[in-house]
């Protein structure tokens, strides 16, 4: 089933959580959105999405939303289940556009080829925690289209990455993802208080190394054996929505 509405025009479901946005010709790059945790709504992403299929119509758009089991479980056969869809999309995307980089000569048609080209856009603690996951799955199961997506990665926008270490301002992002206190305000104002114990675990596993910790992310966002050296890297510190 597609998801057709007016934020997240024509992406098809692949899997919990994961998406993508084929346009009509064939795609010559692919954009992978790895979202915040708590938010990341339809009526949110739609700035995002929107302006990628304006500025780039001829890029495919792989969207990677971020739960909290994402976070919680560290059960790597689990999580690299679940982000099957998405490394096939990449392997896919990958292989093809390689396999029609030449005939032997760099040249095709008498052309000379446009390589594969991808962006990530990496979105706060959760885009963080989801993306690194991703990569380290892709690097385990199948080395040769790392290698690829190394060589094909020209841009990388860490958007509020990998996230603050406080309380309060955890707090106030998965506070995001809330029923609105204007349409739902008992189940709003449920919600806050019981995401103080939720949040307050979380930090806590962080603290004791039972979760990735903040510092954890930086060190693996900067890691060369996971994104590569090549790739700009685009810095924004706006709060995503």
Not at 41 to 67: C, H, M
Not at 71 to 97: C, D, H, M, Y
Not at 126 to 147: K, M, V, W
Not at 155 to 181: E, Q, W
Request: proline share 9%; charged share 15%; with cysteine.
């Amino acid at each position: 089933m597609t998801m057709n509405t007016p934020s997240l025009p024509q992406f098809q479901p692949l899997g919990p959580n994961i998406a993508l946005y084929t346009p009509q010709s064939k795609p010559t790059a692919l954009i992978i959105l790895c979202t915040w945790l708590g938010g990341a709504t339809p009526r949110r992403l739609t700035k995002y999405t929107s302006g990628y299929t304006e500025n780039f119509p001829d890029a495919a758009i792989l969207l990677v939303k971020t739960t909290l089991p994402d976070i919680l479980i560290q059960n790597n056969s689990a999580i690299s289940k679940r982000l099957a869809p998405a490394r096939e999309v990449i392997s896919g995307f990958l292989r093809t556009n390689s396999g029609e980089a030449g005939n032997g000569n760099g040249t095709r048609h008498g052309r000379t080829p446009r390589p594969p080209a991808v962006l990530l856009h990496i979105f706060s603690h959760g885009g963080s925690n989801i993306a690194t996951q991703l990569l380290r799955s892709i690097a385990a199961t199948d080395p040769l289209a790392h290698e690829m997506l190394l060589s094909a990665l020209n841009l990388v926008i860490l958007d509020c990455c990998p996230g603050d270490s406080t309380f309060k301002r955890n707090y106030n992002a998965v506070a995001v993802s809330l029923p609105p206190a204007t349409n739902q305000p008992l189940s709003h104002y449920i919600g806050r208080m019981a995401l103080y114990p939720v949040v307050g675990t979380i930090m806590a596993l962080m603290a004791t190394g039972f979760m990735r910790s903040i510092e954890d992310l930086r060190t693996e966002l900067n890691d060369p054996l996971l994104l590569g050296r090549s790739a700009r890297r685009v810095v924004s510190l706006f709060p995503p929505g």
